[in-house]
């Protein structure tokens, strides 16, 4: 059974940047797609990006385009999720996940790490 173990959150003031990690525990894991989705107090969980695994194809939320970009790292079975320009209202826990698909819902995806903490103060 794959894990995937997200890290890079923290606290950051509005206006700056944060990169998120996303690591399999299977090198050789090679899913159809990734995605980042995020999930913020009383709220239910959202999408905020997601990539073909091959790195072909990418979709962004609206409230995120142009300012956060998903990609993979130079590890491979690692996806990065670079945000910049951070408001107050990214403040969520960011959750990546992998599937068999490229989608924006979350029953797309099958693997599910644990959450990090982005806090954006303004």
């Known amino acids: 059974q794959v894990q995937l173990v997200e890290s890079g959150g923290g606290l950051v003031q509005a206006g700056g940047s944060l990169r998120l990690s996303c690591e399999a525990s299977i090198r050789t894991f090679s899913p159809s797609a990734v995605a980042w989705f995020r999930q913020a107090p009383g709220k239910e969980r959202e999408f905020v990006a997601a990539m073909s695994w091959t790195g072909a194809n990418a979709n962004y939320a609206d409230s995120v385009k142009g300012r956060f970009t998903i990609s993979r790292s130079n590890a491979k079975n690692t996806v990065l999720l670079q945000m910049y320009s951070l408001k107050p209202e990214d403040t969520a826990v960011y959750y990546c996940?992998?599937?068999?698909?490229?989608?924006?819902?979350?029953?797309?995806?099958?693997?599910w790490g644990q959450g990090t903490q982005v806090t954006v103060s303004s």
């Open positions: 996940a992998a599937g068999g698909m490229l989608a924006t819902r979350t029953t797309a995806f099958r693997y």
